[in-house]
């Protein structure tokens, strides 16, 4: 899935910014990338972008209306079709993150059929991919994964790229979340692939490269998670990672979701991460531990930090509060 930029951010009628949290995603990791917003009226989410009309915004070279905004159900408002369907009509394409698909409003597919316009439904992949095979590949790569779901591994992901590009390093973000493609204008919905293809899915993602080169691939789900752990190891075994990253909530008590979980420690979750990898790297590391410590104050984020990092011997950081420094000057 290759996403055209710049893009133009639809909020729609978001009730409140949380609805609009993918466009406040996309505009945050990829401002430059982000022409201006369009608002239907009432719309309370606001980017601080230039607010623009779809006919403002194929002037000013669009190539991609991002639907930024989600409602409850995961579809399509009838009150958002109008204007999107102007905005295939005036030359733009349509990408969004939602259970619904662009391509079954009949509409849009109507407008999109006769303008040759692309609709992208991130969160379904239309391509086919092979079964893994794990064979070695060139490139270097590292995976962000997690004691348990939402657990920062987007973020954590997004932010080695950064800090990995301000020091001259070839590194490449790889998406496999919704969000995640919206963000990098590329990428697979893993958790959409059938499961026999996760894998192979993760080797198309991050094919063989040049040996400098770094592939950061965005985790998901966990190990531990009864209900995701499935895609994990898939995407474990098809990243085949140089390096994997620990991302961790330290104020969480239970497994999202199923509180008779209770959340494993780290050391239990780096262990079997690093044997789930081993299977097809067998010199795979635990680069750091990326904490998110957004429920603490300020200093007691940094203790927990420091104490981690001091039981476990591996760098420790939140990505937000600190940065990611540490964990690139560990890698070797």
Same mark, same amino acid.
């Given at each position: ?90 030359? !733009? ?25 692309? !609709? ?48 001259? !390093? ?62 994990? !190891? ?99």
């Amino acid at each position: 899935m290759d996403i055209k930029r710049p893009y133009l951010m639809f909020l729609g009628d978001a009730p409140d910014e949380l609805a609009a949290k993918t466009a406040y995603g996309v505009a945050e990791w990829r401002p430059d990338w982000c022409v201006g917003q369009f608002r239907l009226p009432g719309c309370k989410a606001d980017l601080k972008l230039k607010d623009m009309t779809m006919a403002e915004a194929a002037a000013a070279g669009v190539k991609t209306v991002i639907v930024g905004v989600a409602n409850r159900g995961g579809v399509f408002s009838d009150a958002w079709v109008d204007v999107l369907v102007e905005a295939l009509e005036r030359g !733009m394409d349509l990408a969004a993150g939602l259970h619904g698909r662009l391509r079954d409003v009949p509409r849009l597919k109507a407008a999109a059929e006769k303008g040759a316009r692309a !609709m992208h439904d991130v969160r379904h992949p239309t391509r086919t991919f092979p079964v893994g095979n794990g064979k070695k590949r060139a490139g270097r790569r590292i995976l962000t994964s997690g004691t348990d779901v939402s657990s920062g591994k987007k973020y954590t992901a997004l932010a080695l790229e950064a800090e990995m590009k301000k020091r001259g !390093m070839n590194a490449d973000f790889r998406a496999t979340g919704q969000t995640g493609v919206l963000i990098a204008g590329s990428g697979t919905a893993i958790d959409a692939v059938v499961s026999d293809f996760i894998s192979g899915a993760v080797e198309t993602l991050a094919p063989e490269n040049t040996p400098d080169h770094w592939d950061v691939i965005e985790g998901q789900g966990s190990l531990f998670h009864p209900s995701y752990s499935g895609v994990t !190891m898939g995407l474990i075994h098809g990243a085949q990672p140089d390096y994997i990253v620990m991302c961790h909530e330290p104020t969480r008590e239970h497994v999202r979701g199923l509180p008779h979980y209770k959340l494993p420690t780290l050391e239990e979750c780096i262990e079997a991460n690093l044997w789930a990898a081993r299977r097809t790297n067998p010199a795979v590391k635990c680069l750091g531990i990326s904490l998110n410590t957004w429920k603490l104050n300020e200093a007691d984020a940094l203790r927990v930090i420091a104490e981690t990092e001091k039981r476990l011997g591996l760098p420790t950081v939140d990505s937000i509060r600190t940065g990611t420094g540490k964990l690139v000057d560990a890698i070797r």
